[in-house]
């Protein structure tokens, strides 16, 4: 399988605190997205890194991208009650053909912010 | 922007009946969009691409005759689950993608999803 993996799967932290959430794939990617999910609700775009950049940043979030270990991780500063939900890396792919060219979903991290 | 809608939320259906599902987008055109299925708990798997005018592409494993995907305009594709089964019970997601002057955009916008139960 293609799919990515996310660890942990899941995490609980109090308000306040910063939340590190990892993901690993295993091909060669064009960039890697991060999205988050409410509990069943549809998915919202967080960030995108391209393979040529290393860090990122939007607001609390903070993504770093290691291509050479094929991993990002996603870092939420001050966390807040809000950001309970689901979080997902997913990785475009090398091939910038656009009728093939998808997304791969990584396993994801279910985070939990108690207040 | 970029506002994916999906119809509808939610359905109850009987085993042997069609279900279809439509995805919008509702202010741009969508050259291609994508439909995923996630089990509770567990992450997105891609069960097609669709671009406009032309049949959809299939990933491994999903039964194109099951899954009837037609994408007809930039701003519409629906997905027709024929037959349904308990087995098909699911949350159904589609997103959409667009051109970008030269370039095809890398986010995609996801629609709220569909969540389709069969008894």
């Known amino acids: 399988s293609q799919q990515g993996e996310e660890d942990p799967q899941a995490l609980s932290i109090q308000e306040g605190e910063n939340a590190t959430m990892n993901c690993s794939y295993k091909?060669?990617?064009?960039?890697l997205q991060w999205y988050r999910q409410n509990s069943g609700r549809g998915l919202v775009h967080l960030i995108l890194i391209r393979s040529n950049e290393r860090e990122k940043h939007s607001g609390r979030l903070r993504v770093t991208l290691d291509t050479s270990k094929k991993s990002s991780s996603l870092l939420i500063t001050a966390s807040r009650a809000a950001d309970t939900a689901s979080y997902f890396c997913a990785t475009g792919g090398a091939k910038r053909s656009y009728n093939t060219d998808k997304l791969i979903f990584g396993t994801g991290t279910r985070l939990q912010v108690f207040p | 922007g970029a506002v994916v809608s999906q119809h509808p939320s939610r359905v109850i259906c009987k085993s042997g009946t069609s279900v279809k599902i439509e995805c919008r987008s509702l202010?741009?055109?969508?050259?291609?969009m994508f439909w995923y299925r996630q089990f509770p708990k567990q992450s997105l798997m891609l069960m097609a691409t669709s671009n406009e005018g032309s049949k959809a592409t299939y990933e491994q494993g999903v039964e194109k005759d099951k899954f009837l995907i037609n994408h007809a305009s930039l701003t519409l594709s629906t997905l027709t689950v024929t037959s349904a089964h308990p087995e098909d019970s699911s949350f159904y997601i589609c997103?959409?993608?667009?051109?970008?002057?030269?370039?095809?955009?890398?986010?995609?916008?996801f629609g709220p999803g569909t969540r389709l139960t069969v008894l």
């Open positions: 997103s959409a993608r667009w051109w970008e002057g030269l370039s095809i955009t890398d986010t995609q916008y």
């Open positions: 202010d741009f055109q969508a050259t291609t």
């Open positions: 091909t060669s990617i064009n960039n």
